[in-house]
């Protein structure tokens, strides 16, 4: 049994993740190291709190002496680290917070991590030539495209707001680890998530929460962003591919291949709930939306090209945004009491 520690596992990702990975894997034994802020719940794993493989520990990766003792007590051969804050207004309004978990709980793990798997630069401990740290970044970190074109892995970084850089900043950590210590470690990026347990601050989640609660839907600027869609359980399929296929030091990206502006979303978020969760009066959600001052930078464009995890990893997309988006929404539908 290998014992795979997991970031931020009762967040978006890691609470679709983990139970992915427990029913797909008989022979790996999950610990999950959550803070468990404001976007962590509990709530969202309940599907395999009683399995005998998976644990839970409250607990800050910033904390150095609680990170080591886990790696002593569970002797990890893998690290998929997805703890992060992510939200760019929050950023926005208190950098330093971000800072703190993006930049310092990356150098934390990595340097447990090293310390624990590791004999000297370039040679592991015999028990841990296989041990992995998978680094999950954002397709933020390139920046601001324009109207045409993809980010690729080999685009240079020119984060714009002060969650990108942070989440750079650490991308670049673990690039020094890699070529300084000979360390095994990969960094992933993906296009917007979207799926079910999105905490309600996200562009879709809240456009769902503020519909069903009747409050105005607010959009940035005119609602002219465009983002790429993926849907979270592809995204989490890419992560393992990555972990267990992909070439030490490599970056892989994975894009969900459909490029929406934020207004074409509340439409559509609104044409569906129009359909499965009728207002009284029949008007439509979609007389809730609302235009609110743009955010400070705001990137206009992001979209990634995935071929290189498509050709090496045998990665692809599967979940059409259609589907996905009604799952999503009929998911928010029946847990909205327990979410918002």
């Not at 002496?65 to 007590?73: A, D, I, N, T, Y």
């Not at 393992?240 to 030091?249: E, I, M, N, S």
């Not at 709930?273 to 955010?295: E, G």
Request: hydrophobic letters at 35%.
């Amino acid at each position: 049994m290998k014992n795979i520690l997991v970031t931020g596992g009762a967040g978006f990702i890691g609470s679709n993740f983990i139970p992915y990975f427990l029913n797909k894997y008989t022979g790996y034994q999950i610990v999950n190291l959550d803070k468990l802020t404001y976007a962590g719940n509990l709530n969202n794993l309940t599907e395999v709190a009683s399995d005998p493989r998976y644990h839970f520990i409250q607990g800050d990766i910033t904390n150095r002496e609680l990170v080591e003792s886990l790696f002593k007590q569970f002797d990890f051969q893998g690290i998929i680290h997805l703890a992060a804050e992510s939200h760019v207004d929050r950023s926005i309004q208190d950098p330093s917070l971000f800072v703190r978990t993006n930049v310092e709980g990356a150098f934390v793990l990595l340097e447990a991590a090293r310390l624990h798997w590791m004999q000297k630069p370039g040679e592991p401990k015999s028990a841990h030539v296989k041990s992995r740290f998978l680094h999950v970044s954002t397709d933020e970190v390139y920046g601001s495209l324009g109207p045409t074109g993809f980010f690729t892995e080999e685009t240079s970084y020119a984060p714009n707001n002060p969650y990108s850089a942070t989440k750079a900043g650490s991308d670049l950590l673990v690039r020094s680890y890699v070529h300084t210590y000979g360390f095994n470690a990969i960094t992933t990026h993906a296009s917007n998530n979207y799926g079910p347990k999105q905490y309600p601050e996200k562009l879709i989640p809240i456009i769902i929460q503020r519909a069903l609660t009747q409050q105005p839907i607010p959009i940035h600027g005119k609602g002219t962003a465009i983002r790429d869609w993926l849907y979270v359980l592809d995204h989490c399929k890419g992560i393992d591919l990555a972990f267990h296929y992909g070439k030490t030091g490599e970056h892989y990206n994975f894009g969900g291949n459909h490029e929406q502006t934020n207004l074409q979303i509340a439409y559509q978020v609104c044409t569906l709930l129009d359909k499965l969760a009728p207002l009284s009066d029949k008007n439509s959600y979609q007389s809730l939306i609302t235009f609110v001052t743009d955010r400070p930078g705001n990137d206009q464009r992001y979209a990634l090209a995935a071929q290189k995890a498509e050709k090496t990893l045998g990665w692809k997309a599967e979940e059409i945004f259609e589907t996905g988006l009604q799952k999503t929404v009929q998911w928010y539908i029946k847990n909205n009491l327990q979410i918002f």
